[in-house]
């Protein structure tokens, strides 16, 4: 139900973590997702259509991934990345637009892990998209 109002009165939610644990009693009816509640709370915010930013912290930025995992699929992670950029206001004629290119790196784990391998470049001012480029 809270859900349903945020959508209608156009309140952008920003969860962090995204995927929440019960670590204190009164967060026991927390939605942890399969196989404790059939739906996570990122699966009824995007049900309902409310704008959705998935915030990360020093704690959890190493399992963000795992904790990511658990979403239905859909472009969830790029959705999020927008609309972290829109409810920021960081939408400025300087800064990201939509439809623009832009500089994107992605990882095969962890970038602050020592072992981790950049996977694709995009932008840098390349018009191509480099994939598993080489590395020292």
């Given amino acids: ?44 915010l995007y049900e309902n259509n409310v704008m959705l930013g998935i915030g990360v912290s020093l704690f959890t930025f190493g399992s963000s991934p795992y904790l990511l ?25 300087n800064g990201l637009l939509k439809g623009n290119s832009t500089n994107f790196v992605a990882y095969n784990g962890n970038p602050f892990d020592i072992s981790t391998k950049v996977k694709i470049v995009a932008g840098g001012g390349r018009g191509d998209i480099l994939i598993d480029p080489e590395q020292d």
Avoid: C, Y
């Fill in 1 to 44: 139900m809270i859900a349903i109002e945020l959508a209608k009165n156009e309140i952008p939610v920003i969860l962090n973590p995204s995927r929440p644990t019960p670590r204190v009693w009164t967060a026991q009816h927390v939605l942890t997702g399969p196989p404790i509640t059939d739906k996570t709370g990122i699966d009824i």
């Fill in 69 to 93: 995992g658990f979403s239905t699929e859909r472009n969830l992670i790029w959705d999020a990345g927008w609309n972290l950029e829109e409810i920021l206001g960081l939408n400025m004629s």
